[in-house]
């Protein structure tokens, strides 16, 4: 089945203390995604990735960072989590940019107390 | 895209009864526009696309859309509405100036009453 998936699906941690959210996807994809779901603000484009080791920032990139080693791998990594971050992430993948739909996960719950 | 607005951020209609959710995007150059939906605790499907050509798209489960260009506006229509369309709705648009980035609008809830 093809799809995108995001772990851990919750999590509560503390400001400070590092975390990282995998994304894998199965479709051979070449461009991944992350976005932030906050309530009145839709999603909000993280970063991006183009392909292997090429990534972008997309609108609100302060505070993450991605890496894109492999083709099906996108983890976003929170090094010094705050309060702020407390939100709904998403993880997408599409065939390729802009002309192709994308693809979600079910997305992660993250609580930064 | 500069911005993508979505001009109601809630809208409650009866089943049955037709419904139109409004999108409106700002950019000076060609735009792919996309609508998805949004189930409770689910990610987001893709309902529509609009790429090129024809400007009247049909979608899954009965949607369509209409891409304006003089108006920058894509708004989604269904003739009749079930119960099961109950969810959240994005409106979103791509293009290639400044990244290759993705815009979304902050959703509208459509919330539909028996």
Redesign the interface.
């Known amino acids: 089945e093809a799809q995108?998936t995001q772990n851990p699906r919750y999590l509560i941690t503390v400001t400070g203390k590092k975390l990282t959210v995998t994304c894998s996807q199965n479709m051979n994809h070449e461009?991944m995604?992350w976005?932030r779901q906050d309530p009145?603000?839709?999603?909000?484009?993280i970063y991006?990735s183009?392909n292997v080791e090429v990534t972008?920032?997309?609108?609100v990139p302060e505070g993450y960072k991605v890496s894109r080693k492999e083709k099906r791998n996108f983890p976003l990594i929170l090094e010094s989590p705050s309060p702020n971050q407390t939100s709904l992430y998403?993880c997408?993948s599409s065939l390729d940019?802009?002309?192709q739909?994308?693809h979600?996960?079910?997305?992660t719950r993250l609580s930064i107390l | 895209a500069q911005s993508?607005t979505?001009l109601d951020?809630q809208v409650p209609v009866f089943e049955e009864a037709p419904v139109e959710l409004r999108c409106n995007y700002s950019s000076s150059v060609s735009v792919?526009l996309?609508w998805?939906v949004q189930y409770p605790?689910?990610?987001?499907?893709?309902l529509l696309?609009y790429?090129s050509g024809s400007t009247l798209v049909k979608g899954i489960n009965g949607f369509e859309a209409e891409f304006n260009k003089s108006q920058t506006s894509f708004h989604l229509r269904k003739p009749s509405v079930h119960i099961s369309d109950t969810a959240e709705y994005?409106c979103?648009v791509?293009?290639?100036t400044g990244?290759?980035?993705?815009?979304?609008?902050?959703?509208t809830r459509l919330f539909v009453k028996a």
């Open positions: 995108v461009y995604s976005y009145g603000l839709g999603l909000r484009q991006y183009m972008d920032k997309g609108d998403f997408a940019w802009g002309n739909p994308q979600f996960g079910d997305g | 993508v979505q951020s792919y996309f998805y605790n689910q990610g987001l499907q893709l696309k790429l994005f979103a791509s293009e290639g990244g290759f980035k993705t815009i979304f609008g902050a959703g």
